[in-house]
């Protein structure tokens, strides 16, 4: 299913044996665009810290009650490694992190969450190997950025500016996010699009801007999108179809009639 990621924040999030705090924040990965962490806001046992928190942790998700249950115990959280997350975070503190959960790295492999498309193939995966060493070369630089930072940014199209970032639509399985929500009301009376990341040429982070490979015109007749409906399959195909783009679920990403994997745990996201 696909949720708004503003909508994310402030969900709780417990352990096996107790609440551990709220969801602040989340970190995406820019290339592939593909959320990482949570970012996660702890209680006094925690002394307040900050806390990553990846979706291979995850037991089961309660949607109808806002809350993220972790296959983790909350000493384990409290131990975990240290990571200031208010700066970039290194490749050799993922390294630091994965190592300590005993995690299969995602990075180096083909797959958005190592050889798979979801993080729980990586939980499974767990219990079955440890950690292998990724291959240097395919590393590469981390591209995490915060989903917070990003939003507001202004989206420039080919020929004008458009609008500003208002949020990110995410697939709550696969955690890629589909598209992002332009807010265009300094142009066209409030009226939200949704632009998917393949249309996009650049982030400069230095300008705050978003580049997408789209005209002012086109985003302006574009299907419009109304945040209080679900997005559905006839929507999207409604939006590919108008810009002429192909679509994503005909790529591969999960031939027609089968599942995602299962959690590591007999409970499974609602």
């Not at 998700?61 to 240290?82: E, G, I, Q, Y």
């Not at 498309?117 to 630089?141: H, I, M, T, V, W």
């Not at 995410?170 to 332009?182: A, N, S």
């Not at 302006?220 to 006839?234: F, L, V």
Request: glycine share 6%; aromatic share 14%.
């Amino acid at each position: 299913m696909l949720r708004s990621l503003k909508d994310l924040e402030q969900y709780a999030v417990s352990a096996t044996d107790g609440d551990i705090g709220h969801v602040a924040n989340l970190l995406f990965d820019d290339e592939r665009w593909i959320v990482r962490y949570l970012v996660v806001e702890t209680g006094g046992f925690f002394s307040g810290r900050r806390v990553l928190i990846t979706p291979i942790s995850f037991r089961q998700v309660d949607w109808s009650t806002r809350r993220f249950h972790l296959a983790l115990t909350r000493d384990k959280v409290k131990n975990s490694p240290s990571v200031d997350v208010d700066k970039p975070v290194s490749r050799q503190q993922e390294l630091d992190y994965f190592g300590y959960y005993a995690y299969p790295y995602y990075w180096g492999y083909p797959g958005q969450w190592g050889i798979g498309s979801y993080p729980s193939q990586l939980a499974l995966a767990r219990q079955n190997q440890a950690p292998a060493e990724p291959d240097p070369k395919q590393s590469g630089d981390v591209h995490l950025r915060s989903e917070k930072e990003i939003r507001g940014y202004h989206i420039e199209g080919i020929d004008a500016a458009i609008g500003h970032v208002d949020d990110f639509i995410i697939d709550d399985e696969t955690w890629e996010v589909r598209y992002l929500v332009v807010d265009t009301r300094n142009w066209w009376l409030d009226k939200k699009v949704l632009v998917a990341p393949q249309w996009t040429n650049r982030i400069s982070w230095a300008e705050h801007k978003v580049f997408v490979d789209l005209s002012r015109q086109a985003i302006k007749a574009s299907p419009e999108w109304i945040p209080t409906a679900p997005i559905n399959r006839e929507y999207e195909a409604r939006l590919y179809d108008y810009y002429g783009r192909p679509v994503y679920w005909d790529s591969g990403d999960r031939p027609a009639g089968t599942a995602p994997p299962q959690h590591h745990s007999t409970s499974h996201p609602g």
